[in-house]
């Protein structure tokens, strides 16, 4: 069993089973999993267990996301902004925006991040990060040190962290393609779709009966972004 998933390492355990059976031993894919995790042989490529899409949905609630997204001013200057998503909520914090994005400034950002939490940072057990060298090991040992396991997506797999590739593409739709940002601090005053203020309760509201109360509409960046409520 061992040689087979050694000298066979694309072979699962159900493959793994199929051989045996062939020689004779009538084993469950169970087995096979246990014994090769015995032996200190990693499942991948997903010998057993969840995919990855039902990894995030699973564990949602445990999540945390982030990514950068970069805005062209109309002085032709870049500027990046940092943010985290909370995959269980889509609530959205915005880190920070700079044009010169080092290692020490995302690894401080972080800091701050966990700082706002509070306890609320036990509720998560893992952060999702591309391969970008702006996220040190310095970054890294922030969120570790809370009992944070950091998660790197495959190289060339934006769709492996897809919520945070996802919020990008709604804020360029819905803000960023319809107005000029015109230097670094506009940029940090734009709000992006599905932002929420730190200390905002995220808890889901009782569903409001529509037919018997009034909606009212308040209008963000001139009209073009529409926040409701309910009238008082």
Do not use: C, N, S
């Given at each position: 069993m061992l040689r087979l998933a050694e000298e066979n390492p694309t072979w699962g355990c159900r493959r793994i089973q199929g051989d045996l059976i062939g020689f004779g031993y009538r084993i469950a894919a169970s087995t096979v999993w246990k014994i090769l995790t015995q032996a200190g042989l990693d499942p991948a490529p997903r010998r057993s267990g969840p995919t990855w899409a039902q990894f995030l949905s699973g564990q949602a609630e445990g999540i945390l996301a982030c990514d950068f997204l970069h805005v062209d001013t109309i002085g032709l200057a870049r500027v990046y902004v940092l943010f985290l998503t909370e995959i269980g909520t889509r609530r959205v914090?915005?880190?920070?925006?700079?044009?010169n994005p080092t290692g020490?400034?995302?690894?401080?950002?972080?800091?701050n991040l966990l700082m706002d939490m509070g306890e609320r940072v036990s509720r998560f057990r893992?952060?999702?990060?591309?391969?970008d060298t702006k996220y040190t090991g310095v970054f890294d040992e922030v969120f570790t040190a809370e009992g944070i396991e950091v998660l790197r997506t495959p190289p060339g797999a934006p769709r492996a962290n897809a919520h945070a590739e996802r919020w990008v593409r709604t804020v360029r739709r819905e803000c960023l393609d319809r107005m000029l940002i015109y230097n670094l601090q506009r940029a940090s005053a734009a709000p992006g779709p599905g932002s929420t203020p730190s200390g905002v309760d995220s808890s889901l509201p009782p569903v409001a009966d529509l037919t018997e109360i009034r909606l009212r509409r308040r209008k963000i960046l001139h009209g073009m972004i529409n926040e409701y409520s309910q009238a008082a």
């Open positions: 914090h915005l880190l920070g925006a700079t044009a020490a400034w995302v690894a401080q950002q972080a800091r893992f952060l999702i990060r591309d391969r």
